[in-house]
């Protein structure tokens, strides 16, 4: 394996890791290099960030109780 070139399959990990720590400097480079060249791997990461957006409007949603308001 060279330095900056990776497989769809180790892009998938990065960007997952990348959810929970800042990767290294040669992998954030591999992992841009990455994305220019391919199709599917910019598709997973927008949709690793809608599954991110959607759990976060989970966590912050309330549900307003009618007889509480006065």
Known sequence: ??????????????LVAR????LPLADRLALRLHM????ACPRFERQMLAM??????WRNYTVSDPSQDG
């Open 52 to 57: 991110r957006n959607s759990m976060q409007q």
């Open 36 to 39: 220019v060249i391919c199709d």
């Open 19 to 22: 959810e929970d720590r800042d």
């Open 1 to 14: 394996m060279t330095p900056l070139k990776r497989t769809c399959k180790e892009v998938a990990a990065l």
